[in-house]
């Protein structure tokens, strides 16, 4: 029952990728009705499969081979953690839209979405088990921490004075809640390929980089992206009380520190005291046009292509192909 359209980056991979789809599509749903009705929902409203495309693409950039059954499980196993951890974000988030599409909690409430998260979880542990190795089980055990970490990091952060928070923080935050799914993948593709130790290395080198890289463009699209493109809202990162790359990196210069700060003050005191929504859009605008105008986007794109450049330079080690193609083509996405 494939229903989803491969994104044209990664039609090289329409087979494997298919493949992980039926097996997603495929899983038995939950007795209970509502939880079978809310992730067959889930898993009909799949994105663009960027996690199992970097599976299957790593694996063949290692070992030159096509997917085998336990490549497509892992690209599965992968999906299933990273959709458990959106069913459960747009709960805390409150968020009404995704992909272009009601979230899970909008439609069957909070409390089927966590559970079906939570059931998403289930079906991801018993998919790993089946693979039979323990040391893939334990890093995914150790991502499934680092995403909550993330995600309370994250919370940490909120509604605090811009001075309060360090870079460092944040991209603790960042590895945590983003890139160390992207690790997590890369290292257990090469423990699968039974790769040497500097093949590991240089997957986790790529999946780090392009991690990161990933979420610090996520922050960009949130003052640069249109609504409709992006399949939920815009400037959703401040509303929600997160300062995120182009702010903090702006507020690196001295010179930019007062202006920064009573700016998100000023939008942080207006969500805070539930403020008419169209106050807090002009504050929201007018925030987005500064960045754009003293530099903080032009600083977030040069962090994004230094450290897209560092995934590159991982690549340097794989075989050529389809898979390093894509991988390749990933990072200019
Ligand atoms: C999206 O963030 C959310 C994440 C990348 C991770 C969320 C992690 C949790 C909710 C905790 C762990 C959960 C499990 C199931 C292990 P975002 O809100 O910045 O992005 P968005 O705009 O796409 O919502
Ligand atoms: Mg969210």
Redesign the pocket.
């Known amino acids: 029952m494939t229903a989803l359209k491969i994104a044209p980056l990664f039609q090289p991979l329409d087979a494997e990728l298919n493949a992980t789809v039926d097996f997603l599509q495929g899983l038995l749903p939950p007795e209970a009705l509502t939880l079978a009705d809310a992730t067959t929902y889930s898993l009909s409203t799949l994105g663009k499969l960027v996690r199992p495309a970097m599976v299957h693409a790593l694996w063949q950039a290692i070992t030159g081979k096509p997917s085998d059954d336990r490549v497509v499980k892992l690209a599965a196993v992968t999906e299933m953690?990273h959709l458990?951890?959106?069913l459960?974000?747009?709960v805390?988030?409150e968020?009404d839209l995704?992909r272009g599409k009601s979230t899970v909690r909008q439609r069957f409430g909070n409390r089927i979405a966590i559970l079906g998260?939570d059931w998403l979880?289930a079906q991801a542990s018993q998919t790993l088990a089946s693979l039979g190795n323990l040391q893939l089980v334990s890093f995914y055990a150790q991502v499934?921490a680092e995403?909550?970490e993330?995600?309370v990091l994250q919370n940490a952060l909120a509604y605090q004075p811009l001075a309060e928070i360090s870079w460092d923080a944040y991209t603790q935050k960042t590895y945590k809640?983003?890139a160390s799914l992207y690790v997590c993948l890369a290292k257990s593709v090469a423990v699968l390929a039974e790769a040497d130790d500097l093949t590991m290395q240089k997957a986790i080198d790529f999946g780090n980089a392009f991690g990161m890289a990933f979420q610090f463009h996520?922050d960009l699209l949130d003052y640069t992206a249109d609504a409709t493109d992006l399949g939920?809202p815009i400037l959703?990162?401040i509303r929600n009380g997160l300062a995120n790359a182009p702010i903090l990196l702006l507020f690196q210069e001295e010179s930019q520190q007062a202006f920064l700060e009573e700016a998100v003050q000023t939008i942080f005191n207006l969500v805070q005291e539930q403020a008419p929504l169209e106050a807090i859009d002009q504050a929201c605008v007018a925030l987005k046009e500064a960045l754009h105008q003293r530099g903080g986007i032009a600083l977030t794109q040069a962090l994004i292509a230094s450290t897209r450049q560092d995934a590159q330079s991982a690549l340097t080690h794989f075989k050529t192909g389809h898979g390093l193609n894509i991988l390749g083509a990933l990072l200019k996405a």
């Open positions: 953690i458990a951890t959106l459960h974000d747009d805390l988030d968020a995704r998260g979880l499934l995403l909550c993330g995600e809640k983003t996520d939920k959703d990162d």
